[in-house]
């Protein structure tokens, strides 16, 4: 197994392709960063998948599931612009995501003790149910949460997409078992190293 800290640095390029500009937020699965791309002279979400979940064994089978699932998206989810490995590290790039997290919406009103009214959260699940249902047939998104879900008075995207559906189903489960909020955020097939499109579904409710 590769060591808990190797992690892109600031200045790295990763893919021959994507610098390093800074870390944006990180979770249990994936290392999250501010890129540019420096063939299409654009700003990436890029994401990679922390090293110490991946057998080198396998890393190169994730990469190749991330590439099939690239450009796979629609209105409200746009997707993966690329996916591959880079020596240990298996990575996706998403457009940057504009607006706030859902998370973060939440917990602000969770501290002002304002829950969502049904007139805000309503649009905001018929338009996960649109980006769910735009999916083609046997692919699922995998990682349905609020931090995934950003926000702002003109659009919602669900970002995040398909990097745990390309991860060994073991890899995830074992992520999810030790973490008692994820527990709560993920269907429960998706702690026994199984997942299917009704797991997304789950997510919403989430």
């Known amino acids: 197994m590769a060591p808990a800290t190797t992690k892109p640095r ?7 392709r994507y610098e390093v ?8 699965f994936t290392r999250g960063f501010l890129a540019f791309d420096q063939e299409h002279e654009q700003s990436v979400l890029l994401r990679v998948i922390r090293a110490e979940l991946l057998d080198p064994m396998v890393r190169e089978d994730v990469a190749r599931r991330l590439r099939e699932v690239t450009g796979i998206g629609g209105s409200y989810l746009p997707g993966i612009l690329d ?3 880079d020596g240990p590290f298996v990575y996706a790039t998403e457009p940057v995501p504009e607006g706030a997290s859902m998370r973060d919406v939440l917990d602000r009103r969770i501290a002002k003790k304002r829950p969502l009214q049904p007139f805000e959260l309503l649009p905001v699940v018929a338009h996960l149910d649109a980006a769910l249902r735009a999916l083609p047939e046997g692919t699922r998104h995998g990682d349905v949460r609020a931090d995934n879900v950003w926000t702002d008075s003109e659009r919602l995207q669900l970002t995040g997409g398909f990097l745990l559906t390309a991860m060994p189903g073991g890899a995830v489960a074992a992520v999810v078992q030790r973490n008692t909020g994820l527990k709560r955020r993920f269907a429960r097939e998706i702690s026994i190293g199984g997942g299917m499109r009704s797991s997304d579904y789950f997510g ?3």
């Open 10 to 16: 600031r200045g790295q390029v990763i893919g021959e």
């Open 83 to 85: 996916g591959n490995l």
């Open 204 to 206: 919403v409710g989430a």
């Open 21 to 28: 500009r800074g870390k944006l937020r990180n979770d249990a």
